[in-house]
C-alpha cells in the first residue's frame, strides 16, 4: 500500500507543476518543480529521493531567474536526468531548454549549463530515452509555419540529445505540412490545445509511437472534434 507523506520542498513561496523521474543507475528521484516567488522570476528547483521515498540533501537550483515559464519534464537514461522546459511569455520568444543533471546522489548535481534546444516553440515538448543508441529524442510543437501559426497549430520536430550533453543531426519534421495548405491539412495538423505531446520507445522494434490531439479531417469531411493521433516512426532513420 502507499508509504506516509514526505515533504520534498515547503519553502514559503508557491512550488508548482512537480515532476519525477527514475534512475537505476544511481537508484534515486528526483523531483522537479517551479518556485514561483511573488512579483518576481521563477526558477527550477530540485531534489533527490531514494529508492525508499526520503528526501535526500537538500533542493537545489536546477535554472534560475528564467522569467515566465511553462511547465518543466524530467526524464532519465544515459546515467543522467535530462530537465527540460519551456520558457517565454508568447511564440515570438518562447524557447525550449535543457539541462542535464547527474543520475546519482553524489556530487555536483548539475552536469553543465542549460542548453537552448530551439527557439521559438509551442506550449508542448517532450523527451523520450532510446538505450539501444544512448540517446534521447527531443520533441516540440513548432510554430514556424506561418499559416498554422495563425491557428495556433503546429508541426511535430524533433532533434536527437545524447546523455553527454551533445545535439545531434538536423532537426526532423514528424508531420510536414505543406507551404500553402488545404482547410483540412490545417485543422488536421497538431493543435497547441489539445495536451501534450507523448512518446514512447519500442525496443524490440527500435521504433518510436508519439501521439498529439488534432481534429478528425479528411479531404472530404471534418469533424470539429479534437482526436488522439499516433505516428510511428523508425527510430534508426
Request: aromatic fraction near 10%.
Amino acid at each position: 500500500g502507499p508509504s506516509e507523506d514526505r515533504v520534498v520542498s515547503d519553502d514559503p513561496d508557491d512550488q508548482i507543476r512537480p515532476v519525477v523521474a527514475y534512475s537505476q543507475v544511481g537508484d534515486v528521484y528526483l523531483v522537479v518543480w517551479q518556485d514561483r516567488y511573488h512579483l518576481g522570476p521563477t526558477h527550477i528547483f530540485g531534489r533527490y529521493v531514494d529508492s525508499n521515498g526520503n528526501p535526500l540533501g537538500t533542493r537545489f537550483p536546477v535554472a534560475m531567474d528564467r522569467g515566465e515559464l511553462v511547465h518543466v519534464r524530467v526524464v532519465a537514461g544515459g546515467g543522467v536526468f535530462l530537465v527540460l522546459w519551456r520558457e517565454g511569455p508568447d511564440l515570438e520568444s518562447a524557447s525550449l531548454y535543457v539541462q542535464r543533471v547527474s543520475g546519482s546522489f553524489s556530487g555536483d548535481p548539475l552536469l553543465g549549463s542549460p542548453i537552448l534546444v530551439r527557439s521559438p516553440i509551442e506550449n508542448q515538448f517532450q523527451a523520450v530515452y532510446n538505450p539501444d543508441r544512448n540517446e534521447f529524442l527531443l520533441l516540440w510543437l513548432d510554430p514556424r509555419h506561418p499559416v498554422l501559426r495563425l491557428f495556433r497549430k503546429g508541426e511535430v520536430f524533433s532533434r536527437r540529445f545524447t546523455p553527454g550533453g551533445t545535439l545531434g543531426g538536423p532537426e526532423f519534421n514528424f508531420t510536414p505540412v505543406p507551404a500553402n495548405p488545404s482547410v483540412s491539412q490545417i485543422l488536421s495538423a497538431p493543435t497547441s490545445q489539445g495536451g501534450d505531446i507523448s512518446a514512447a520507445y519500442n525496443g524490440e522494434q527500435q521504433h518510436y509511437l508519439f501521439t498529439y490531439a488534432s481534429y478528425n479531417c479528411s479531404n472530404i469531411s471534418c469533424t470539429v472534434r479534437e482526436v488522439v493521433v499516433g505516428q510511428r516512426v523508425d527510430a534508426n532513420a
